[in-house]
């Protein structure tokens, strides 16, 4: 046993002075998620007490599952349930192949600087805050100064009411969402297909594949589990919105249809002071997160994908 120790001691000794370079490349990346996703777990606790600022984390009493038999009973759970459900499956369905439909288009251009242009245009709103977004969407839709309302009304067509609609907001913030962060999506995809091998194309061409026949047969299968992971990792997400996003589009009039859980836990947690109520909600949309990682990796996996793990 103490030989297999120091052997295991010399080996990672070895491997560290091998990579060093690359292990202190990634430290800032390990830094982050210690500080910033591990260390607050800690806090994760105070979903089972009935937590007091004075009394602080070790000293609050405990209550156990109350908090969480409150949010259960409240019509609040269904309306925040369907409405997170209901703008993460519009995303799933049309939000998520998007990149993979624009990288199959990209992967066609044969002029090496037009294809650079449009990735270069497509990838800068991804640089624009939800700020911004939001500023340009009121801009252009406002009812009374947007400029789409006016361009309608000097056409002599009525002003349409897109801000403060309710049956538009989901498709709204779909819309948001595919407009600003597909092009920055296509580029896992695009280094994936980079990736092909030159001579399966060859191959195919030899066959009589034309360039669809090429796209469906070779380039989708080649980066099919580069698909299933980012699947996977985007259902782990299905419970999360974007709290900016939402928070920046969310008014009175759609309220019925905007509150999802981030915005929830924000409005009883930090307007309201009920840390510890808000805290439980936070984490039951973690654990549904995970348990649907989990379910989809072990789904992938019987598939014969490789997964996530």
Do not use: C
């Not at 600022?53 to 405990?62: A, D, K, M, V, Y």
């Not at 299933?228 to 309220?255: C, K, P, Q, T, W």
Request: net charge neutral; charged share 15%.
């Amino acid at each position: 046993m103490l030989h297999e120790s120091v052997n295991k001691v010399n080996n990672l000794t070895r491997d560290l002075r091998k990579n060093l370079y690359l292990y202190l490349l990634a430290l800032p990346g390990v830094l982050f998620f210690i500080v910033f996703k591990y260390v607050p777990m800690w806090g994760v606790m105070i979903a089972f007490q009935n937590y007091s600022p004075l009394s602080g984390i070790l000293h609050s009493p405990w209550i156990g599952l109350e908090h969480f038999e409150r949010f259960f009973a409240t019509s609040d759970f269904w309306l925040l349930f369907r409405n997170t459900l209901a703008i993460n499956t519009l995303s799933l369905l049309f939000f998520f192949p998007l990149p993979i439909v624009v990288s199959l288009m990209l992967n066609e251009l044969r002029g090496v600087i037009y294809k650079r242009i449009i990735q270069s245009v497509i990838y800068m709103p991804h640089f624009l805050s939800w700020v911004i977004i939001a500023s340009l969407t009121f801009m252009l839709f406002a009812r009374g100064e947007g400029l789409v309302n006016h361009v309608l009304e000097a056409g002599g067509w009525s002003r349409i009411d897109v801000l403060t609609n309710p049956d538009l907001f989901w498709i709204m913030v779909t819309l948001q969402s595919m407009w600003k962060e597909a092009g920055w999506g296509t580029i896992v995809f695009l280094a994936a297909i980079s990736g092909i091998d030159p001579q399966i194309y060859e191959a195919a061409r030899i066959d009589g594949a034309g360039r669809l026949r090429q796209m469906w047969h070779v380039t989708l299968p080649s980066i099919r589990s580069v698909i299933v992971i980012l699947l996977i990792l985007r259902l782990g997400d299905i419970m999360d919105v974007g709290f900016e996003h939402i928070f920046l589009m969310y008014n009175g009039a759609v309220s019925q249809v905007a509150e999802v859980f981030d915005t929830y836990v924000y409005r009883t947690g930090i307007q309201r002071g009920q840390f510890s109520y808000s805290t439980a909600v936070g984490l039951f949309k973690s654990v549904i997160g995970l348990i649907l990682v989990i379910l989809s990796n072990r789904l992938a996996r019987k598939l014969g994908e490789e997964g996530v793990y």
